[in-house]
């Protein structure tokens, strides 16, 4: 879990939806978003019910796309508002499959 100074607020949410750049894979959906006024990189993941029925199934798929986002989002300063939206079929994948798959996007979003 990230902590909430590391999380895109409800009022940058909008604003990275509509302003930021789309990324796709297979099972991920991100939003990408450079801000030039803030210097430290913030993201949320979001996992509708339409991919997992229960609360700790999407409980548990937050957690593993966070922990493999981590690496790239702690500690730098790029400035980056990034979100992440599970598709349908998000609830069957591997950890290692999400593996690769946030690493093939984020090679994109660099």
Do not use: C
Not at 5 to 33: A, E, I, M
Not at 73 to 88: A, E, H, R, S, T
Not at 95 to 100: M, P
């Amino acid at each position: 879990m990230l902590p909430k100074n590391q999380r895109v607020t409800k009022k940058l949410f909008d604003q990275v939806y509509t302003l930021g750049k789309s990324f796709h894979t297979p099972h991920l959906f991100l939003k990408v978003l450079k801000s030039k006024i803030a210097n430290k990189n913030l993201a949320s993941v979001v996992v509708s019910k339409k991919v997992a029925k229960k609360a700790h199934d999407r409980n548990k798929i937050k957690r593993q796309t966070l922990s493999l986002l981590n690496p790239y989002i702690k500690g730098k300063k790029d400035g980056l508002q990034v979100l992440v939206f599970m598709k349908k079929g998000g609830d069957s994948i591997t950890f290692r499959d999400l593996r690769k798959e946030v690493d093939e996007v984020w090679k994109r979003v660099i």
